[in-house]
């Protein structure tokens, strides 16, 4: 009768009320998604800048094609701004020779630039950058 229709209208009212809260909250997700993706960027753009001014090329400069020893590193950065955890080395996997001085000379300028500032809000777990360290670009 009339009280299993205007249950039957409720219930099918609050699934469609569910339904909108779902996709509102998805928008959400997706809004922030691209906040971080688009705030991640910037703070990569950021980082690059301090770190390439405290970046010293002097020790690989004596080598003879010293613009070919690329190292790629990555860093975590905890949402305080601080490294959290090792300098990896992404390429040369394992730097030898000269290009164990240009990870070196890397390193020592990710050292000497941080701690990075970063959005706490949107970076709660912080971060994970990978580096390109190419003198012929510095």
Do not use: M
Not at 37 to 52: D, H, S
Not at 67 to 89: A, R, T
Not at 100 to 117: G, Q, T, Y
């Amino acid at each position: 009768g009339i009280n299993e229709t205007s249950l039957r209208l409720k219930r099918e009212e609050q699934i469609k009320k569910d339904k909108e809260a779902e996709v509102a909250r998805r928008l959400k997700q997706k809004e922030k998604i691209k906040k971080i993706k688009k705030a991640k960027v910037e703070i990569k753009k950021q980082v690059l800048k301090k770190i390439n001014s405290n970046w010293n090329l002097a020790p690989l400069k004596t080598a003879v094609n010293y613009e070919k020893y690329k190292v790629v590193l990555e860093i975590k950065i905890n949402h305080h701004g601080y490294l959290s955890g090792p300098i990896k080395s992404i390429s040369p996997y394992k730097p030898e020779g000269r290009y164990l001085i240009a990870k070196r000379s890397a390193v020592n300028a990710i050292l000497a630039s941080a701690p990075f500032s970063i959005p706490e809000d949107l970076f709660t777990d912080g971060l994970t950058l990978k580096i390109e360290f190419d003198p012929a670009e510095n």
